[in-house]
């Protein structure tokens, strides 16, 4: 480049070690099984909804999204959920949902907990913001529970932000509801966000303590169980207070018109969700069941499952299943999470069959047992 001026111009100091997200591998032909989608698809009604919308044209593409839409869908997503809980708001993802809230709550210096290994955008987006993270060690021993007192203990004035992710990627297990009220109660002045991305493979959810606390919000989206990644759209269910706060921060029309059609249809096809969370149900536990012969895997509230695979490295068994056409998703990049850990997502039978095979061959085979 022909550039007259060479220097470069300073970026912030806080922006230095942070590192660039890294989604879950794809490669052409291979089977995904590395990010947690959705083997079913979205729901037929979805397409055809979308794809009737745009040649009525009802929805217009060439116009900015309808308040009225938004409306729409915020009333679906409440019946959804449970009349009178708290405020819905939207973005563009709970990617999008959590870089409006650390912007709300976030400022140099301030802190926020993070219960590790979880999904390491909380950290990344604490960092922007110029915040230090504050790392718990998740029990491993105790099938990655939090230990509540010494959270608790690690809070102090300067923290504005606690993260729970439940179920948590990449463990997939919950934390109890009596433990969130413990935290909620004993830090009143931090903001717990509750990640719900999984809830609807779980056996319940901690929706219902927005209406009893000021300080508690959950994120909830449409990319897993409803099988919406691409069109990245997701809500959090937060407190009245911060609404008006919300709204001042995010970005004016973050959902796009396509995205909040097509979540509207999603929410609709109740049968469509059944399916799709029964087949995960179904074939998580024939995962957990075949794997646990040969690996340790631990028990999962979630459409992915984590196995332990050592002595053998988790970079190894990933490059192996990749020179068998699946990718999964190597945990060495989870801060906390070791070097011995791979997540895989729930695929369907004839997946999750090719999976166990390979991984049944890995464990068995005595030379490359060192060399895996
Ligand atoms: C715990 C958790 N929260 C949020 C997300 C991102 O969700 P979205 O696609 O709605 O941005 C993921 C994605 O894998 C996740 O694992």
Redesign the pocket.
């Known amino acids: 480049m022909n550039t007259r001026i060479k220097m470069r111009v300073p970026v912030r100091s806080s922006l230095e070690e942070i590192e660039e997200y890294k989604p879950g591998e794809s490669a052409k032909g291979a089977i995904k099984l590395s990010?947690?989608e959705n083997p079913l698809g979205p729901s037929p009604k979805v397409l055809k909804e979308i794809v009737e919308s745009i040649e009525e044209r009802e929805l217009n593409l060439s116009v900015y999204p309808w308040e009225r839409n938004e409306e729409e869908l915020r009333d679906e997503i409440s019946s959804y959920i449970g009349a009178g809980i708290g405020k819905i708001v939207m973005g563009a993802?709970?990617?999008?949902v959590l870089d409006t809230l650390v912007k709300i709550f976030i400022e140099n210096g301030d802190e926020a907990i993070i219960p590790v290994p979880t999904?390491s955008?909380y950290e990344s987006l604490v960092r922007i913001a110029g915040g230090i993270p504050g790392y718990i060690k998740r029990r491993r021993e105790e099938n990655f529970s939090i230990p509540i007192e010494e959270l608790i203990s690690a809070c102090n004035e300067k923290t504005k932000m606690i993260f729970i992710?439940s179920p948590n990627?990449p463990t997939g297990n919950c934390i109890p509801e009596a433990e969130v009220r413990e935290i909620v109660e004993s830090v009143p002045k931090a903001m717990i966000a509750i990640?719900e991305?999984?809830v609807e493979f779980a056996g319940s959810s901690l929706v219902n303590l927005v209406k009893e606390y000021a300080n508690v919000l959950v994120m909830r989206?449409f990319?897993k169980a409803f099988a919406l990644?691409g069109l990245?759209i997701?809500y959090a269910v937060i407190p009245e207070w911060l609404a008006s706060t919300y709204k001042k921060v995010s970005m004016p029309f973050s959902i796009n018109s396509v995205a909040i059609k097509a979540a509207i249809a999603a929410l609709r096809d109740k049968e469509h969700l059944r399916k799709s969370v029964e087949l995960v149900k179904h074939e998580r536990g024939f995962l957990i069941e075949t794997l646990q012969r040969f690996f340790t895997v631990y028990p999962s509230e979630a459409n992915f499952v984590l196995v332990a695979v050592s002595p053998r490295k988790s970079y190894a068994v990933c490059d192996a299943l990749m020179k068998n056409g699946i990718m999964v998703r190597d945990c060495a990049s989870f801060r906390g999470a070791g070097d011995s850990f791979i997540r895989i997502t729930v695929g369907t039978r004839e997946q999750n069959e090719l999976v166990v095979e390979v991984l049944r061959a890995i464990a068995s085979s005595g030379t490359s047992r060192t060399r895996l």
């Open positions: 990010s947690n993802g709970i990617d999008g999904f955008l992710s990627n990640d991305a999984y989206t990319s990644a990245r997701g």
